[in-house]
Structure formats: structure tokens, C-alpha cells
């Protein structure tokens, strides 16, 4: 085995019927289909030895995600066009490579230098949108806005970086930029809810993660 890993970073979109699967099922689907492509691929060491794969977010149920990222590391270097082909061929439809590059092994994990996350938000036809911007205002105009998790306060104000409603009237699109660290995670479901809006019926599209080292 190589001292240094070959570490590769993956941008991929997941959509359609893919955005009803939780994180750990996407885990392991991208575990199968990295087995299948016959890639070297890196295994931690020890009594029970499992794929190196670092996903940087989960990524609620429902939700669309167009710039998700995945770590994976392989015991050679190969050129990336060889490696993307074969993730290609082995990836469901629903998943969409996007972008993929090596990274430095110095680099902190995705998770570590993740710091937050934006949101696009397609609001059901019924929904008045200057009404909701109305509404939109009065509540960040306070100065917290608690939401229950797990039986324990959160105060979803510190976690709302911008937020705001565009193309109206025409074609009214709310976008969300949330906090996303190890410690603070803001979730967009929790904003439209406090809006009297079910989440369910609004298509809600991760279009971003940033990362301290952008």
C-alpha cells in the first residue's frame, strides 16, 4: 500500500427520485457503485477494513443538490479522465458528476472547512409573494427566532447569513444562505415553516457549499 494516498474530490448533482434517500443510503450507494468501477481504491486499515469516503453535508430528505461534494482516495494515480469515466459508468442516472480533481491529503476534511450553504426556493403557486415578503421582513426584524430540535432551543436567527425573495411577481424565488459548520447548521425547512409554509410543497435546491479554503 502507498504511503500517500491519491485524494479526489467529487462535485456531483443529485436529483429526481435520489433526493428521497437519506445520507446514509447515498453513503452506500456511492460505495457500491465505487467498488464496481474497479478503481485502487484506498480501505482504512485494521480488524475491519471499510472504503475512505468523506461526503461534506448531509443533505435533508427531499432536498435537491446541484454542487454536493464527496472525498474518495485511491492507492495510484490514474488520469482523471479514466477515473471519472469509470465512476460514470458505475453512478445511477439520478447522480450527475459535475467536476472532479485531486486534492492535497494537507487539505482540512470537507466537513471541517465547511462554513455555510445556499439555498434556492420555488414557492408553491398559491403563495402570495408580497405577502410572504411581508412576512419574511417582520420575522428577521426580530431579535431571535427559537425553533424546537430534539427538545432543545435553537435560535435559527444566528444561523441566517441572507435571505430574501426575487422575481416577483412573475416567477417569486426565495434564496437562503445558512450557516453549515460542524457546530451550527441551519436548515431552510425550519425558515419556510415559521412562514406558514409546508416544505413539502415548495422545491427547495442546495445550489452551494462554501468552504473556508474559497
Not at 480501505?43 to 432536498?63: C, M, V
Not at 441572507?162 to 436548515?187: F, H, Q, W, Y
Amino acid at each position: 500500500m502507498n504511503a500517500e494516498p491519491i485524494r479526489v474530490r467529487v462535485t456531483y448533482a443529485k436529483h429526481g427520485n435520489l433526493r428521497f434517500i437519506g445520507h446514509l443510503d447515498l453513503q452506500r450507494l456511492f460505495e457500491r457503485a465505487l467498488r464496481r468501477t474497479n478503481l485502487p481504491l484506498r480501505y482504512t486499515q485494521g480488524f475491519s477494513p471499510h472504503l475512505r469516503l468523506n461526503l461534506a453535508s448531509a443533505l435533508p430528505l427531499g432536498f435537491i443538490g446541484i454542487a454536493e461534494q464527496m472525498d474518495f482516495w485511491l492507492d495510484e494515480q490514474l488520469p482523471l479522465e479514466e477515473i471519472s469515466a469509470r465512476l460514470w459508468a458505475a453512478l445511477p442516472a439520478e447522480l450527475i458528476l459535475k467536476d472532479l480533481r485531486f486534492v492535497s491529503n494537507q487539505s482540512p476534511s470537507l466537513q471541517a472547512s465547511l462554513l455555510s450553504s445556499d439555498y434556492e426556493v420555488i414557492l408553491p403557486m398559491e403563495i402570495d409573494p408580497l405577502d410572504l415578503q411581508g412576512k419574511l421582513a417582520a420575522l428577521l426584524a426580530r431579535d431571535t427566532i427559537p425553533v424546537q430540535r430534539r427538545k432543545k432551543s435553537v435560535d435559527l436567527k444566528s444561523l441566517i447569513l441572507d435571505c430574501g425573495i426575487s422575481g416577483i411577481p412573475a416567477k417569486p424565488v426565495m434564496t437562503i444562505s445558512m450557516k453549515s459548520t460542524p457546530l451550527e447548521n441551519g436548515r431552510p425547512d425550519e425558515l419556510l415553516t415559521l412562514l406558514s409554509m409546508d416544505p413539502a410543497d415548495c422545491v427547495i435546491t442546495r445550489t452551494k457549499l462554501n468552504f473556508l479554503e474559497e
